[in-house]
């Protein structure tokens, strides 16, 4: 039996340096801890098609307030995608713009490895 899954509880758009978009949205699952946030859903799909230049993602949610990416969510964008702007937006339009580096100030990386 195929669920109709209801409007996500957030998006993300990530923007390339040449101006291509890319959309994610939260996909859940039973096993919550094999969960994917949007941002890294938007990331993977630029990645798988051949992107790496990133310029800005921005996350959206249906939620009153500004919600920033979770941690795992952090890491990857600092890794793959460096110092961009993080834009977010709570449900009625408000808005925060912060850099990846203000998201994960002191960050681990491949240069610890």
């Not at 938007?42 to 990416?69: L, Q, V």
């Not at 993080?86 to 713009?97: A, C, L, P, Q």
Request: some cysteine; overall charge neutral; charged content about 25%.
């Amino acid at each position: 039996m195929i669920q109709v899954i209801p409007l996500p509880f957030k998006i993300s758009l990530l923007i390339t340096e040449d101006g291509r978009i890319y959309r994610g949205v939260n996909i859940e699952v039973s096993s919550y801890s094999l969960t994917i946030c949007a941002e890294r859903v938007a990331i993977f799909k630029a990645i798988s098609e051949g992107e790496h230049k990133f310029k800005t993602i921005f996350i959206a949610s249906d939620s009153e307030k500004i919600t920033s990416p979770c941690g795992a969510c952090r890491q990857v964008l600092w890794e793959l995608a460096g110092d961009i702007d993080v834009v977010m937006i709570n449900k009625h339009g408000e808005y925060k713009i912060s850099k990846m580096n203000e998201l994960l100030p002191i960050s681990f990386d491949k240069t610890y490895l």
